[in-house]
């Protein structure tokens, strides 16, 4: 199997299964990847399109094609030497509905259910209505009122033998000693016998593993007519719509281990930890060895088989322990490597964990892990791509027209929004333990829970990571920075006479390792409080950030992606080197990403918007024109305009963004499809930013507004001027995108890291958020138009295709492979640029031991264009720029991207050579072993 070079992300589902991955790996193979990453493989729920929804984690989804099929790929897969990645979900798993067991087998038992300790649930809870049970917060309307309506009525699985309570998708069993009351109703001698055998189960430890013959007996017994008969009488006298029917169902839903609820209850009142705000995503235990070893076993045999040879964690921040859950994972993976078979042998197996890095943090070394999947070089990248002479004037545009705070403020009520709305309940948790860890010390016993609540709000308000990672051993260095800068931009915001609860929650959360206490209840609690407080502030930051405060705000939306720093418009080329160095450091094997399946916008589409910062007197002009032919599309509606002025000005960003290449303004049915996926953007941007509408409280009239606005602009005959206007812009934008989606390109393959290619993107990407950018990819076209003979004169000539991006990939990975040691561990070194447009220039050199590399790259040079119709600078604009070079490239040993020959020697690479037929370059010389040290 060759060494890992280059990955692939693959989304599998039901309509892209993995047979149908494999007549596609001799492609890949071609293109340069050394490893498909595949989406979640194991059972998801049905109909699932991204496999993140496990409902059974002991096998592998037969939608995709199960078992069999994986290894039909593999063997694709090893026949070119390549392996597969595998992403896994450690964090939660699927409930509701009617498909995960284990979820089920929990509601039937309780805490007698061999799951119960699965799951990541509050069995104590405060509120008497919650008794030893679990809320399930999945009605769609109040409790009572879906009870009366018939909306939750009991049903009997005559094949199965089994009683349970169905509310649309959903299914909720009765607890087998709770059958006693349903079938004693009946009267039958027979049924009432089983009805006795059921109900001795109750209070028996055991009784889950013992009832199923029961549930056979009452199957058998169903068949016969006369009491199949009884079973349906059965049940219409536990029928809600009637008097006695709501009374007996009420009563029969009160015993349950659960208690039914509205979804609308699951923000203040969730006793147990979802994913996210998710209600249909419940938390797992993994910390626990049992449940470890249950939810990993198939992934650890297929490791063992040789079918999978590397894994990507995701959610990593959800869990109780990271380091404690990747070290274990690390020692049971490296135990299983000397058993695979000789044809998949490895030395090493990467781990990589999907972690958003905040600004100044790295992952933590101590983790064994290979690194993160490499958001953060998509922000490095994007921050080296936008000019900081255009931030000023965006800024102003966009709150003069939408009267918005600056992004920290944004982010801060974002926060605050999301703590006491779809997480009010979890931040009550948080509250509730730190109350018991104040109430343990006869110092702090007097405080109250609502000084507690305003101070712990204060603080995750503040937070400026997604988490830290307290242990046994307190908050390690690598996180004080982040803690204390919260601590003191709370302190800020908080009343004097509530301070002296922040010094208490810097001792409690991290300041007093809990392992200096002793044993017992204090200690417990103390690591319970610290541990759901850090799950806490990482869903916090999620919503409001990547759900909230990226759909309010949009100085520049090319700026606003996961794993962003939005605060920050741009960075300087110093900034970029020092992140690579860094990386070459600490994780030379971290993924390089600049598309996922969670972006918001494709990666190309990022790159043209980044132009805009290069032209922002430009880019204010167009808007003030827009708004002005667009003034008759507006609706007055009672709650105001509508498109709003902030959400108009979204809508002008990502039509410029995503406009499709080859669009035309007289192309109608083109025009309408592009209008659907903007509608379909649309709506979830409205609902996302939570300021006219929501996903609680759609605001139909608003959004309907806003979805004519956009068909008007797109379709009608009358807006022709604006749409023509825009389509110009577009058009004006993509060129000088093009040349910065290459650089972003040629910088994610050659420096330190793992270029991770997201389905499709080797080719343009102008996609919107999912499901946008999850919709199918023609492989078909992209086999057919990789040709390795194609001058890079015609690429150029027909840019707007694709082929040029797609060529540039292949020809670099395949240097990636010839040269894997240069591009893994040779040394990074940024070049001086020397000229007239030094500062539209990165430059850097990959030193190995036998070879050595030379990367150049404009930056920020849209202007240098001109009049091209490529994205080529013309070589005279160049003038005298130059790279200094620590050495003298050889012609004779050097070649460049294209068969371009190299210059000759010399310590300096003019840039009206070294880009003259292509828009960026990578020198690769051959070298003596000694002068890998020059």
């Known amino acids: 199997m060759n060494s890992l070079t280059a990955t692939l992300r693959l989304q599998f589902h039901a309509d892209f299964s993995l047979d149908d991955a494999v007549p596609l790996v001799p492609y890949f193979a071609r293109l340069g990847i050394s490893h498909l990453y595949a989406s979640p493989l194991l059972q998801a729920r049905p109909g699932s399109r991204h496999g993140y929804d496990v409902v059974d984690p002991t096998r592998v989804s037969p939608e995709l094609g199960g078992e ?57 809870s405060p509120d008497p209505l919650l008794k030893g049970q679990l809320l399930l917060p999945f009605l769609a309307s109040d409790y009572g009122a879906v009870l009366q309506a018939g909306e939750i009525p009991l049903r009997f699985d005559a094949r199965h033998g089994r009683f349970h309570i169905e509310h649309h998708e959903h299914r909720f069993p009765i607890s087998p000693p709770d059958y006693a009351r349903i079938l004693c109703v009946s009267g039958h001698p027979e049924l009432s016998e089983l009805g006795a055998r059921f109900a001795a189960f109750e209070g028996q430890r055991h009784a889950p593993a013992n009832v199923e013959a029961v549930h056979q007996a009452l199957a058998e017994l169903a068949r016969e007519p006369r009491i199949g008969q009884a079973i349906e009488q059965v049940l219409a006298a536990f029928d809600g719509r009637t008097p006695s029917g709501f009374e007996h169902l009420h009563q029969l839903l009160e015993q349950q281990h659960y208690r039914l609820a509205s979804w609308r209850t699951a923000g203040d009142d969730i006793n147990w930890r979802r994913f996210f705000d998710v209600n249909e995503l419940g938390g797992l235990r993994v910390e626990r060895p049992a449940v470890f070893e249950a939810t990993h076993a198939k992934v650890f045999e297929l490791i063992e088989r040789g079918l999978v040879d590397g894994l990507r964690i995701d959610h990593i921040d959800g869990l109780a322990d990271p380091r404690g859950y990747c070290r274990k994972l690390r020692r ?9 078979p000789l044809s998949a042998a490895l030395e090493h197996f990467p781990i990589y964990v999907e972690k958003i890095l905040g600004p100044g943090e790295r992952l933590h070394d101590d983790w064994r892990v290979d690194g993160s999947t490499g958001y953060e070089f998509m922000n490095q990248v994007s921050l080296l791509q936008h000019d900081p002479q255009g931030e000023a004037e965006l800024t102003a545009l966009w709150h003069d027209l939408s009267e918005r705070p600056a992004f920290v403020e944004e982010l801060r009520l974002a926060r605050q929004l999301v703590l006491n709305a779809s997480l009010a309940g979890d931040f009550e948790s948080v509250a509730q333990a730190l109350l018991q860890v104040a109430r343990n010390d006869i110092m702090s016993r007097d405080l109250t829970l609502g000084a507690i609540r305003r101070a712990l709000q204060a603080l995750v308000e503040h937070y400026p990571v997604y988490r830290t990672y307290i242990n046994a051993c307190g908050r390690p260095a690598m996180d004080e920075g ?92 110093e900034a970029f080197h020092a992140s690579c160095q860094q990386r070459l450091a600490h994780f030379p094997d971290n993924l390089l990403a600049t598309a996922t399946h969670d972006h918001k916008r494709g990666e190309d589409c990022r790159a043209r918007l980044a132009v805009i910062s290069e032209r922002s007197h430009w880019f204010c002009q167009r808007v003030e024109l827009w708004r002005e032919l667009a003034s008759p599309l507006r609706t007055q509606l009672a709650d105001g305009v509508a498109p709003s002025a902030g959400d108009e000005l979204l809508l002008y960003q990502t039509l ?32 996302e930013a939570k300021l006219r509408s929501s996903w609680s409280a759609p605001n139909e009239v608003y959004e309907q507004a806003c979805a004519r606005f956009i068909d008007a602009l797109l379709l009608e005959p009358q807006c022709q001027q604006l749409r023509q206007s825009v389509a110009e812009a577009a058009q004006a934008l993509a060129c000088p995108g093009a040349l910065n989606s290459l650089v972003q390109s040629l910088l994610r393959m050659t420096v330190p890291g793992v270029p991770d290619l997201y389905q499709g ?53 395949e240097q990636r492979r010839a040269y894997p040691e240069l591009f893994r561990h040779g040394r990074y070194q940024p070049l001086e640029v020397r000229g007239k447009h030094a500062e539209r220039v990165l430059a850097f050199a990959r030193i190995g031991e036998a070879q050595r590399a030379v990367v150049v790259v404009p930056r920020l040079a849209s202007g240098l264009l001109g009049n091209a119709t490529q994205p080529l600078i013309p070589a005279q604009n160049w003038d005298d720029t130059r790279v200094l070079l620590p050495f003298a490239l050889c012609a004779a040993n050097c070649t460049g991207l294209f068969a371009q020959g190299a210059v000759t020697p010399s310590n300096e690479l003019w840039l009206s050579t070294a880009l003259k037929a292509f828009p960026v370059n990578l020198f690769i010389e051959q070298t003596e072993s000694s002068g890998a040290s020059r």
């Open 656 to 687: 410029l963004g995503s406009w499709p290449m080859t669009l035309r303004c007289d192309d109608t049915h083109a025009l309408r499809g592009y209008a659907e996926r903007l509608r379909q953007w649309q709506r979830k941007a409205l609902r």
């Open 68 to 124: 069999a099929a994986l290894e039909r790929l593999v063997a694709a897969l090893r026949q070119h030497g390549m392996g597969l990645i595998l992403d896994i979900v450690s964090n939660h798993m699927a409930v509701g509905g009617a498909h995960n067991p284990w979820w089920q087998d929990l509601l039937a038992w309780g805490r007698r259910s061999p799951y119960a300790e699965f799951f990541d649930i509050q069995w104590h």
């Open 332 to 340: 049971r993976v490296d135990g299983l490597l000397p058993r695979r």
């Open 761 to 813: 993107n080797e080719c343009w990407d102008l996609s919107l958020v999912d499901p946008d950018n999850r919709r199918a990819v023609d492989y078909a076209a992209r086999r057919q138009a990789l040709d390795d003979s194609l001058p890079p004169a015609e690429l150029l000539g027909h840019w707007q295709d694709g082929r040029v991006k797609q060529a540039l990939i292949a020809q670099v990975l």
């Open 482 to 573: 982040f803690f204390q800068q919260a601590l003191a931009d709370a302190r800020s915001s908080l009343g004097e006479a509530d301070w002296p609860l922040l010094d208490y929650l810097q001792r409690w959360l991290g300041g007093q390792p809990w392992r200096e206490l002793g044993p017992g209840r204090a200690r417990k609690q103390l690591r319970h409080a610290c541990v759901r407080f850090q799950q806490l502030t990482s869903p916090t930051a999620a919503k409001a950030v990547e759900d909230t405060a990226f759909y309010r705000s949009a100085v520049l939306l090319s700026r606003n992606d996961v794993g962003f720093d939005a605060e920050r418009f741009s960075a300087p080329a």
